[in-house]
C-alpha cells in the first residue's frame, strides 16, 4: 500500500459518516477508489460543499453506489449514481439517486444544478457520457 492509499484509509475511517457507509465498502481498493473520486474534484474544481445548487452524476459507479454515497454525505449535493449492475434499495442517504442501468439508458433528467460528472469504474466512452448528459443542465445562478 503507497502513501497516498494510505492517506485517503486514514481520512475515510476519520469520517463522522464512516459509520454509515461501511456497509458500502467492502475492502480498502473500494475506498481508496471513492476517495480517490473525491479528491480528484475537491481538489481540482472550484466547487463548495456546502453549494446545494450542485449536482453529480457517477457512472459506472459498480453494484453500491460507492462514490455517489461518499460525495451524498460530505457535500449538500444532490448525487445520482448509475450502473447497470446497481444493487436498487434505500441506504438511508439523503440526496442519492440510484439507476441499475447503462448510461446510454439512463432517463431523459433535467438538471437545474452545476453539474460534475465522475467515472470511477465505467465501461461506457467520455462521448457516450457527454452525448448523454449535454443540453441536460440549466444553470440557474452562478
Known amino acids: 500500500m503507497n502513501a497516498l492509499e494510505r492517506k485517503y ?13 461501511f456497509p458500502l465498502f467492502p475492502n480498502p481498493k473500494e475506498v481508496t477508489e471513492s476517495m480517490s473520486c473525491f479528491h480528484a474534484v475537491w481538489d481540482n474544481l472550484d466547487v463548495d460543499l456546502r453549494d446545494d445548487k450542485v449536482s453529480l452524476v457517477v457512472v459506472g459507479d459498480g453494484n453500491k453506489p460507492r462514490t455517489a454515497a461518499l460525495f ?25 439517486d440510484l439507476y441499475n442501468c447503462k448510461i446510454e439508458e439512463f432517463p431523459n433528467t433535467v438538471f437545474e444544478n452545476r453539474l460534475i460528472i465522475v ?24
Open 72 to 96: 451524498a454525505l460530505r457535500s449538500k449535493w444532490d448525487c445520482t449514481s448509475i450502473d447497470p449492475l446497481m444493487e436498487i434499495r434505500d441506504w438511508g442517504i439523503r440526496r442519492l
Open 9 to 21: 484509509l486514514s481520512e475515510f475511517w476519520g469520517l463522522q459518516c464512516a459509520q454509515q457507509l
Open 119 to 142: 467515472l470511477p469504474h465505467s465501461h461506457a466512452k467520455m462521448g457516450w457520457v457527454l452525448d448523454k448528459l449535454k443540453n441536460r443542465v440549466i444553470v440557474t445562478g452562478k
